[in-house]
């Protein structure tokens, strides 16, 4: 069945500092991709997204490219806030369904 | 526009106790799916209604979980008698019906079943 697997966290960095979280998948047709952002307190916010393959998706300043060669869709930011702190979920939705599948999510902590 | 509601935001309740979460999607969006997240797991899917009709039941966990959606608008998801182990975060999301399926989640329900 298709799957998702995250980096395990937390992820700590100093403000301005360059963000990498891996997220690499399994599935069995051709997914579309999703980064999702939690920030505490509150639900899940979509933040970003690919549909098909080299397909960069990009919000807030944070960019994802959709890699399938590698099965990887791996967020990246280039100079992180405090405000950034949140725990970020990778997803997919295969092709001809619309449920999604989700990895266990990244915490990202930022120190000022 | 709305966001996805839910309510209530938490719940605790004693084991072999009924609950009902209820999740008002966005206006319009047809699609209304319910996941589940369990302390230290990952975010799975219970199950999406399209309008009022079960489109995908497979995430549900068990006879004890009940989702209706009368009238296609919001949704109700009763667990009856509740478990330890259902305790978790419940999130309700919605989507439109058109090719842009981007799923809009609500702040979710806090359930803790003693």
């Known amino acids: 069945g298709d799957s998702v697997t995250q980096m395990e966290g937390p992820v700590t960095l100093s403000e301005e500092a360059f963000l990498t979280i891996n997220c690499t998948y399994t599935a069995t047709g051709y997914p579309s991709l999703f980064w999702y952002v939690q920030y505490p307190g509150e639900g899940l916010q979509l933040l970003l997204k690919?549909?098909?393959?080299?397909d960069k998706g990009s919000n807030k300043g944070f960019e994802a490219t959709y890699r399938k060669e590698t099965t990887s869709f791996h967020l990246e930011k280039g100079s992180v806030q405090v405000s950034d702190s949140a725990v970020y979920f990778c997803?997919?939705?295969?092709?001809?369904?619309?449920?999604?599948?989700f990895g266990k999510g990244t915490m990202l902590l930022v120190s000022p | 526009e709305a966001g996805v509601t839910q309510f209530p935001s938490h719940s605790v309740i004693e084991k072999g106790q009924t609950v009902t979460l209820r999740c008002d999607p966005i206006s319009g969006h047809d699609n209304l799916y319910w996941y589940r997240r369990v302390m230290g797991k990952e975010i799975k899917f219970l199950l999406h209604?399209?309008?009022?009709?079960?489109?995908?039941e497979s995430g549900m966990p068990n006879n004890r979980f009940l989702a209706e959606r009368t009238g296609g608008t919001y949704s109700t998801l009763k667990v009856q008698p509740a478990e330890l182990e259902d305790s978790g975060v419940y999130f309700c999301a919605s989507s439109r019906r058109d090719s842009d399926r981007s799923q809009y989640f609500g702040p979710g329900t806090r359930l803790t079943v003693l």
């Open positions: 690919a549909t098909k393959a080299d």
């Open positions: 997803a997919l939705s295969d092709s001809g369904y619309s449920t999604l599948t």
């Open positions: 209604f399209v309008k009022e009709s079960k489109q995908d």
